[in-house]
């Protein structure tokens, strides 16, 4: 490991987290024009949380320091997450530090917090809020595991780097149980980024609500921190399917022509994904909440299915 | 009928109505016998005739007609007995007639109050003709009692009555296990206004503006049958080309708010593209309104003896022209939501209300068409144009969102037939009164089906032409209370599609 390699690693980590509202714009522009309405800026998450940046804080007498901790844990296990994803070049110092289970650790201890301080202020929204989020994720994690054991098994690393490098090494080949894994991890962006059909973002019917019911208590640079640190899930989940499913282009060379041309396939890749989750969530309606399990069972199906196959025919 | 002979006068006018007066001793038994006969009440209200006596006033829809009837309250003794063991919409009307006016039901289930909400004194009565309609001093808030559910596992949730979207306030507590709704109860009547304070000693003409603000999206249907009600005590109709626009404006009126609805129904179950699309065909027609007659909503368009503005032949055509551009964008976009398999799963089995519940309960208008209820008044008792026209009603018998949906779709295309077939037929001459009937005492009834449900009007003169008293009812006063029911057994985050699939309002019944 070098100093460059660390230089790498930060600059990664920054764009990240600068990257991740331009995402969440990116995403709104496309649905703001499948709804055929006039969509806003694209930089108009950044003015949102700018906005809020700049914005009192308003806690309720009844909260506990933990209402006070959690946006800023949440962003610093998202930050942390971001950092040991491979966007752009597989080598990176912490890519190799945790593997895949510890991410879907990382990704539940945000969730855990964030489902805690919903109920510490004792609302009946928070509370609401807390409890799908939780019928939610319980399902998904499983399905997400799976999908995980399932590009692992191909790669025989639970590492993420080994996985990404591991394909590479390979060059193109097509694997059945990779379609499967692709679209059980699919659903699982979907219900995780609390996307159509499991939650709606942009709703305003504070009884139909998810993530949103459970952040209702927050204002201010927290409610900034929160929605950033969603803005920074949805790229992580993004980058995580990428390094999954579609890994061509990135590079472990350390040359700065091979990591821009990285770099900009990465970038590619996001522009056309964002604006297809945004056709996803036009065409779909969103489920009655009791569907959800059925949704996610499937999506753990398919993961499970997708792990036969792979012992089935063989790699 | 009963002892004593009852006077029954037929009321003049286009709406079939008789006015009787009854005895307190016999009202119980005529609402017995009436409701086996199959009447339904369509309002209850009181009046103050001064020195300490009270009316007690009912309407009733019954065969053919309505049947109004005037229960004159002993004096110093303001009470008469409950119905809504007979007519189970008589418990929140005889609430609000107690909190407005002191008329108390006795042996009521309930006696919760309904629109007081603690901004007046227990005491006094708002409605009576000592108050002189001025705001009371601020009172503390007083708790509601709300209906509690006790059991392992039962929480309350409780919503309102601000809401994170801009609607309409309204208090709705949720006695939950987990997800499932066990019960639901409502508190209303955070938009009451003293309308119908404010209307007293008004002159007729200006009632009728005030008339279309009753419900601000029912504003032809609420001046129409205010209209309605003064024509019918004044003993003149209107010039026929004035009754055929009426018509057509308040079938537009229907037209943009179901689309409104269709556009809502779309949103609520998260297919915001839907949404966009029937909002901008309701946009489109509210700017033909626009530019036609200078309102979107189409305030002010019902006058006394007509209305403000008679149609050119170029209005006409344009609004035929926008008719056939609807059908077809409408046509599409029924096809779009009955192929989608997401929207379906949500609207199907939804929010159901079973005929016999519906029939039991007494739902009405829209919803209740939904639920095998075939009441329409533009069927049931057709005034001028529509007795022409020959209006289709639309009912299904599945009483769920998918059912209510269905509904609003078939009467989209009832209407544009019928706004197709009022400009093709429309008569020539005047539109409006050239002049004016003298004013005179007396007492006239109005009853129009505006696209929720039927909006009723009961109205008293006094001797010099103002008004004595007006009493206007949106069918939102007898199908709020059915809400509540629709929502059992279906889960908390169902609610708002169920609440839109009805949609009530909530200024017509506060008042």
């Not at chain 1, 764009?15 to 709104?28: E, F, H, K, N, S």
């Not at chain 1, 997400?144 to 090494?169: D, H, P, Q």
Request: net charge negative; glycine share 8%.
């Amino acid at each position: 490991m070098t100093l460059v390699n660390w230089l790498l690693q930060g600059g990664q980590e920054i764009l990240g987290i600068l990257l991740a509202p331009l995402l969440m714009g990116w995403v709104g522009i496309w649905r703001a024009w499948l709804q055929n309405r006039q969509a806003p800026p694209l930089i108009q998450p950044y003015r949102q949380l700018f906005k809020l940046f700049h914005k009192e804080v308003v806690i309720a007498e009844t909260a506990s320091p933990l209402l006070r901790v959690t946006p800023y844990l949440l962003f610093g296990c998202m930050g942390l997450t971001a950092s040991l994803i491979p966007m752009v070049i597989t080598d990176l110092p912490l890519a190799g530090a945790v593997d895949v289970i510890a991410l879907v650790g990382l990704l539940s201890l945000a969730r855990v917090f964030l489902a805690l301080a919903a109920m510490d202020v004792g609302t009946a929204f928070g509370s609401l809020g807390a409890r799908r989020e939780m019928l939610v994720s319980f399902l998904a994690e499983p399905a997400l595991l799976m999908v995980f054991f399932t590009v692992a098994s191909l790669n025989a690393s639970t590492s993420l780097r080994f996985m990404v490098t591991g394909f590479a090494a390979r060059g193109f080949y097509l694997y059945p149980s990779l379609a499967f894994a692709g679209v059980a991890f699919l659903m699982v962006l979907l219900a995780e980024n609390g996307r159509i059909p499991v939650d709606n973002p942009e709703t305003h019917l504070e009884l139909t609500m998810i993530h949103e019911a459970m952040i209702l208590e927050y204002s201010g640079r927290h409610l900034a921190l929160i929605e950033w640190a969603n803005a920074l899930k949805l790229l992580i989940y993004f980058s995580l399917g990428f390094a999954l499913f579609l890994p061509f282009g990135l590079t472990d060379s350390l040359q700065g022509w091979e990591i821009l041309r990285a770099l900009i396939l990465f970038l590619l890749k996001l522009t056309v994904m964002g604006a297809g989750l945004a056709v996803l969530e036009t065409i779909s309606a969103k489920q009655r909440l009791f569907r959800v399990p059925e949704y996610l069972g499937t999506a753990f199906l398919l993961a499970v299915l997708a792990i036969l196959l792979h012992y089935l025919l063989g790699s | 009928m009963t002892t004593s002979m009852p006077l029954v006068r037929t009321l003049s006018g286009v709406v079939p109505a008789w006015q009787e007066t009854v005895s307190r001793e016999d009202l119980r038994t005529l609402c017995l016998t009436q409701k086996e006969r199959g009447a339904r009440l369509v309002s209850l209200w009181g009046s103050d005739e001064g020195e300490e006596n009270f009316d007690l006033h009912l309407a009733l829809a019954v065969q053919g007609g309505l049947r109004w009837l005037r229960v004159p309250l002993p004096p110093h003794d303001p009470s008469y007995p409950a119905l809504d063991d007979v007519f189970a919409n008589a418990n929140r009307l005889q609430r609000a007639t107690h909190d407005l006016l002191g008329l108390l039901a006795q042996g009521a289930a309930e006696g919760r109050p309904w629109l007081r909400h603690g901004a007046w004194p227990v005491d006094r009565f708002p409605l009576r003709k000592g108050e002189d309609g001025q705001a009371y001093p601020l009172l503390e808030q007083e708790p509601y009692p709300f209906v509690t559910v006790s059991g392992q596992g039962v929480h309350e949730i409780p919503v309102g009555p601000v809401h994170a979207g801009i609607i309409e306030p309204g208090h709705f507590r949720f006695s939950v296990v987990g997800e499932r709704v066990l019960r639901l109860d409502t508190q209303l009547g955070y938009t009451h206004k003293g309308i119908e304070k404010r209307a007293e000693s008004l002159a007729p003409t200006e009632l009728i503006h005030l008339a279309g603000r009753v419900s601000g999206d029912s504003t032809v249907a609420g001046a129409w049958a205010t209209a309605q009600a003064v024509e019918s005590i004044l003993g003149r109709q209107v010039p026929e080309r004035a009754e055929w626009l009426r018509a057509l404006w308040l079938e537009r009126e229907r037209l943009v708010n179901h689309l409104g609805d269709l556009g809502y129904l779309c949103n609520d179950v998260g297919l915001s593209a839907g949404f966009s699309l029937f909002w901008a065909l309701k946009e489109t027609a509210l700017r033909t309104h626009e530019s036609l007659v200078g309102h979107r909503y189409l305030y002010d368009q019902i006058l006394l003896g007509g209305v403000a503005q008679g149609l050119t032949v170029r209005d006409c055509q344009s609004l035929q022209a926008e008719c056939a551009t609807l059908e077809r964008e409408v046509h599409r976009l029924q096809d779009l939501l009955q192929e989608h398999a997401g929207v379906q799963d949500r609207y199907l089995n939804t929010g159901r209300v079973t005929p016999e519940l519906a029939a039991r309960l007494g739902l009405v208008g829209l919803a209740g068409r939904a639920s095998a209820q075939a009441w329409d008044l533009r069927v049931s008792c057709p005034t001028v144009p529509y007795a022409q026209a020959e209006v289709r009603m639309a009912t299904r018998a599945q009483g769920d969102v998918a059912a209510r949906v269905a509904v609003r779709f078939d009467e989209v295309f009832e209407s544009l037939r019928l706004i197709r077939y009022f400009i093709e037929h429309l008569p020539s001459g005047p539109s409006l009164w050239d002049a004016f009937p003298p004013l005179r005492a007396g007492v006239g009834v109005g009853w129009v089906e505006g696209w929720r449900g039927e909006v009723f009007v009961a109205l008293e003169l006094g001797a010099q032409g103002q008004v004595r008293r007006w009493h206007p009812e949106d069918v939102s006063m007898s199908n709020w209370p059915i809400l509540e029911h629709a929502v059992q057994g279906n889960i908390v985050p169902d609610f708002p599609l169920i609440n839109k699939s009805f949609n009530l309002s909530y200024s017509g019944q506060d008042g």
